[in-house]
Every structure is written in C-alpha cells, then in structure tokens.
C-alpha cells in the first residue's frame, strides 16, 4: 500500500513538474525535486542512465529485462 502511495505521489509531482518547466516557471527551491524511481519511486541509490534504483535494476538485470546487461563474473 505505501509503495503504491509513493509511486502516485511521485508521479503526480512528476506531472506537475514537468507543467511548471513547459510554462517557462522553474522550482522555487531546485533540491526539492528528487530522481526517483520509475518503478517503486525511491529517492536513493538512484542510476540515472535506467531512470530506477539499485534494487529494481538488478531484480530486471537478473530476469533479463534490461537488454544488454549480464551479471558480471571473473
């Protein structure tokens, strides 16, 4: 239920961001806008090039959702 709640949350202020940036207004504050998560909207240990979190990244690295990416071993 939280989760769901974050995601919501997260996309809703995605929407509203991205409104403000088209209208040619910028955030009041600049660190109040966070990269979150695509997929559960956590704020840490964020990779920008996948737009998700560690912990996403590798669950679809792992099921090979991610083209292109392999666990490493040597």
Not at 48 to 54: L, Q, S, V, Y
Request: charged share 30%; aromatic share 8%.
């Amino acid at each position: 239920m939280a989760r769901t709640a974050l995601k919501v949350k997260t996309i809703r202020g995605q929407k509203a961001l991205m409104k403000a940036l088209e209208a040619g207004k910028k955030p009041k504050f600049p660190t109040r806008v966070y990269n979150r998560c695509k997929l559960c909207g956590r704020v840490g240990s964020y990779m920008g090039k996948f737009e998700m979190c560690r912990i996403c990244f590798r669950e679809h690295a792992s099921k090979g959702a991610l083209p292109g990416i392999k666990k490493s071993s040597w």
